[in-house]
């Protein structure tokens, strides 16, 4: 066991008004299951690079372990996957890998595979069982879970678990919850580290957070009745002083010593109130810097008295020859909302790209697929490479309000300098927020979504749950994060790989 040690660590992306991280102090301890969350955009992935050494800053950061930075980005993907773990782990024991990779329910023969042919879920238990493999090693590890089914973050989450001594960047709650022992959060205003999992973290801060706001509403009653004093009792020395030099009254002299030093016994009233009105107000200062600000988002979906949306009977999905799933049925009714679910590889993005219209050159299909007509559909993709130019440039090209897609992405924490930026330097949270707020800002009878919460902060996915469940919208989406889906009370339609 030894410390990780960050001093007044400050950092700046060039050409950027915005400090990243003002003089941050911290204290790690290496054996921790450290958990990362914060909004998008807060420097989650920028923390992780400076402790890896990718970025410099100003300040100084100590230990006596090696940081280690998944994913791995120098991996050859042409070469086996033992020999992509060779690099990960130089000198590393067969043994002692097959035995990492049996936890995460790999097979040794996927070993002799070329590393980029396997999924993105064998890809991601691969390196990170070579990455465990070697001691004294501290791991930064960001967002894990956006390549793996259900079946693979629980995997992962038990294997985790197993471990010690990492730093883990994720927005799933479920896997945040298994594997963690300490929370790290970075907040509007510092970073907190708390010990326990997430929901530990969350149940502590709605506790401070209410106390916080009670507390700032009592001061500012305390600041409203100290303001109406202090001017009452200015009022009153005025009048009194003004007596000094007022009318005689029935021959009688004014005693203007007596009357000037009533009136600066209620200057100095008034000035004492003053003060601890001043002193009210610093510590109203030093409160709710750091909530964050959850509000509801809205939308009007368009209503549909058509009958069924989609009703699909048999339906079969080839890639060419090769089937990829068992014959599906189901159907879609108004105001439902549903979620494809299976493993990876077992067709659910493959559905949505025929009902989006936009089904890859060797897609087909058997059986019966009816898509109702007249039907508006709004989508949202997983893949966010498309997006570039500016906001402004977006909205014209999507036909959208830019107003209201601002004001959206604004109730999901994006700030106003954010939207001068090119979207090409959006982080990957933010670019989704933007496929999500034009998806919001178009009118539809359906919306379908393929995994639209990769890279989203959790506070917004509690916001989009919370949306969804009351504007009434008729939703079809692929998604992995359980607990969303039951935050949603979505039904599932399974899928069934052959």
């Known amino acids: 066991m030894s410390l990780i040690t960050v001093s007044h660590l400050t950092f700046g992306y060039e050409g950027s008004c915005e400090l990243v991280f003002d003089d941050v102090s911290f204290q790690l301890d290496t054996d921790w299951k450290l958990g990362l969350t914060g909004r998008n955009g807060r420097g989650k992935t920028t923390l ?3 402790l890896a050494g990718e970025y410099t800053g100003r300040g100084n950061i100590s230990s006596s372990v090696q940081f280690v930075y998944f994913p791995c980005r120098h991996v050859d993907r ?6 992509a773990a060779e690099q990960i782990s130089p000198g590393y024991e067969w043994w002692a890998l097959v035995r990492e990779l049996s936890l995460l329910n790999v097979e040794e023969e996927r070993l002799y595979q070329s590393f980029g042919t396997l999924s993105g879920g064998e890809q ?17 590890i960001d967002e894990p879970t956006d390549h793996l089914d259900y079946l693979g973050r629980q995997a992962v989450a038990k294997y985790l678990n197993r471990k010690k001594g990492f730093l883990l960047v994720s927005h799933d709650r479920q896997l945040l919850n ?4 300490h929370t790290m959060s970075i907040n509007p205003s510092e970073i907190q580290i708390q010990k326990g999992n997430y929901d530990c973290y969350q149940e502590n801060k709605q506790r401070r957070d209410q106390f916080e706001l009670a507390e700032n ?3 500012q009653r305390e600041i409203r009745k100290m303001s109406e004093a202090a001017k009452r009792t200015a009022e009153w020395s005025d009048r009194v002083e003004a007596t000094k030099n007022g009318t005689r009254l029935a021959g009688l002299k004014p005693d203007k010593g007596y009357i000037g030093a009533q009136a600066a016994r209620m200057m100095k009233r008034s000035k004492a109130a003053q003060q601890r009105k001043q002193r009210a107000l610093e510590e109203k200062e030093g409160l709710l810097k750091n909530l964050e600000f959850d509000r509801d988002l809205k939308l009007t979906p368009l209503a549909w ?13 080839f890639y060419g020859e090769r089937q990829i799933c068992q014959p599906l049925t189901f159907c879609i009714e108004a105001g439902e909302l549903a979620a494809l679910q299976g493993s990876n590889g077992c067709g659910k993005s493959s559905l949505l790209s025929l009902l989006m ?3 890859a050159p060797n897609l087909r299909c058997s059986g019966t697929l009816h898509i109702a007509s007249g039907l508006r559909v709004s989508c949202v993709l997983q893949d966010t490479n498309h997006l570039s130019g500016s906001l402004s440039q977006l909205a014209r090209c999507e036909g959208i309000d830019e107003s209201r897609l601002k004001a959206i992405l604004r109730y999901m924490d994006l700030s106003k300098a954010q939207f001068e930026i090119p979207l090409e330097e959006f982080s990957e949270g933010q670019k989704k927020k933007v496929l999500l707020a034009c998806s ?3 009118e539809a009878h359906l919306y379908l979504w393929d995994e639209p919460l990769n890279f989203v902060d959790i506070i917004s996915r509690g916001q989009l749950a919370r949306l969804l469940k009351q504007a009434g919208m008729t939703m079809l989406l692929a998604e992995h994060d359980q607990a969303f889906l039951d935050d949603l009370s979505a039904r599932r339609i399974e899928f069934s790989r052959l």
Do not use: H, V
Request: proline fraction near 4%; aromatic fraction near 6%; include cysteine.
């Open 440 to 442: 919001l800002c178009q």
């Open 178 to 181: 298994a594997c963690t022992d």
């Open 124 to 140: 991601t238990k691969i390196m990170l069982a070579s990455l465990f493999l070697e001691e004294g090693r501290f791991l930064l």
């Open 217 to 219: 509403q009592k001061l």
């Open 48 to 50: 992780l690079r400076l």
């Open 78 to 83: 042409q070469a086996p996957a033992y020999l």
């Open 305 to 317: 008295r058509g009958g069924r949306m989609i009703e699909a009977d048999g339906l079969t999905l």
């Open 357 to 359: 219209k936009r089904p």
